[in-house]
């Protein structure tokens, strides 16, 4: 079955940096365009970037742009989230999605604190 496993959450002070990875299982995941979403206490889930199946195309959120920057590793099966200057209203819970198929991840959590 389809499996998407995320990992590199933690704790972070403000402009600090991670590296969120997601490791995909149970299907032909270079033909799928992948997505990262995030969730904070409160609010909506809301998109932070998408990559298309080869990786040639990506679009952020307005508030991550120029900050984070998404890739993927066909060979490895595996999307990434690098997440630079990081502020405290970054901290949520960021899943790795394909949304138009309803497969998700369940999350890694983010914090950024001082």
């Known amino acids: 079955q389809v499996q998407l496993v995320e990992s590199g959450g933690g704790l972070v002070q403000p402009g600090g940096s991670l590296r969120l990875s997601c490791a995909a299982s149970g299907f032909t995941f270079s033909s799928y365009a992948m997505s990262w979403y995030r969730q904070a206490p409160g609010k909506e889930r809301e998109l932070v970037a998408f990559?298309?199946?080869?990786?040639?195309?990506?679009n952020y959120a307005d508030s991550v742009k120029g900050r984070f920057t998404i890739s993927r590793d066909n060979a490895k099966n595996t999307v990434y989230l690098q997440m630079n200057s990081l502020k405290p209203e970054d901290t949520a819970v960021y899943y790795c999605c394909d949304p138009s198929r309803g497969y998700w991840g369940r999350g890694t959590q983010v914090t950024v604190s001082s």
């Open positions: 990559i298309s199946a080869a990786g040639g195309r990506t």
